[in-house]
């Protein structure tokens, strides 16, 4: 009885000193966490009920609602949401099934070499956007930019293009540019999850005389499901996140023609002569709400596909 005792006292001890341990471990990420991440939210959530041009220590005008009101009614609001969106949608509708597919020939076809293909692609990943943002500016220079240059030699534009000063191409200019940096990112994550396809499909896929495309959208594909969903949900947060790369390389310019939600708040925050950091924090939480729902539509999503997997 005594020896019991002993042994489940000793249990318990040392499960309380996995506990401490466990804290001691966190406990740098927890405070870390707590100084970048929750009182920035915070303290924007409580920026966003003040009128507040940052030159007093302490925001004191408090104007209730007053900001949300005023974001919902400007239309500069709505024009950079709509950027953002097509960003968005496009950034990801060509991304996506792009590098899906570069992944699954590096994966499945041209196995010898893969690694230095994967290198190759993901070289610009490692590069800094403002960096990139700047070397642009000179590619796709109208005047001596070699992309004009190149489409003058072969015939297909008679004059330059202004990819970054006309309205109808800047933004399809700038997601091509955030499409190639980070083609390589995406090929990693894909290929990731191509490597958890159990290869006795594919084999038995062979025996039945499936080709490549049937085994890509017969096999590759519903398996795949889980991933689709999460890398999908990476995809568009990053892209809802764009700022550096339309920073850089067209300031939210031609007239607005690029500006996005991250700019939108940047010029409202730092960018003005008079800033207005409560209206900033209040586009800011009027955002940070949109992606709460795309991670809860993602999750729900998540754990269909997942269920969907177990069946194969």
Do not use: C
Request: proline share 5%; no cysteine; charged share 15%.
């Amino acid at each position: 009885m005594k020896k019991q005792y002993l042994a489940k006292r000793l249990s318990v001890r040392r499960s309380n000193d996995e506990k401490v341990w466990i804290l001691l471990f966190l406990l740098p990420t927890l405070v870390f966490y707590g100084l970048f991440v929750v009182w920035p939210l915070l303290a924007s959530l409580y920026y966003s009920f003040f009128q507040w041009d940052g030159f007093t220590p302490k925001p004191s005008y408090f104007i209730g609602f007053r900001n949300y009101i005023d974001v919902l009614q400007d239309e500069y609001f709505w024009n950079a949401g709509k950027n953002t969106l097509v960003f968005v949608l496009g950034n990801n509708l060509v991304k996506l099934p792009l590098t899906l597919v570069i992944a699954f020939v590096l994966n499945n076809v041209l196995k010898r070499g893969s690694n230095v293909y994967r290198a190759l692609f993901f070289l610009p990943v490692v590069s800094s956007t403002a960096i990139i943002g700047v070397v642009m500016q000179f590619i796709l220079n109208p005047t001596f930019g070699p992309v004009n240059n190149i489409l003058s030699m072969l015939n297909i534009t008679s004059s330059p293009i202004d990819f970054l000063g006309l309205k109808k191409v800047v933004l399809p200019a700038i997601m091509s540019v955030e499409i190639w940096h980070y083609t390589g990112q995406y090929i990693v994550y894909w290929m990731a999850g191509l490597q958890t396809v159990p290869a006795s499909l594919y084999e038995a896929a062979d025996i039945d005389g499936a080709s490549g495309f049937q085994k890509f959208t017969k096999i590759t594909v519903p398996v795949m499901k889980p991933f689709i969903v999460i890398i999908s949900f990476i995809g568009i947060v990053m892209s809802l996140r764009v700022f550096d790369i339309v920073k850089t390389m067209t300031n939210g310019g031609p007239n607005f023609a690029s500006e996005v939600i991250g700019t939108f708040i940047y010029k409202n925050s730092f960018g003005a002569i008079t800033p207005k950091y409560g209206y900033s924090s209040a586009v800011a939480i009027i955002f940070g709400i949109l992606l709460i729902v795309v991670g809860m539509l993602q999750a729900k999503a998540y754990s269909k596909s997942s269920d969907e997997r177990k069946s194969y």
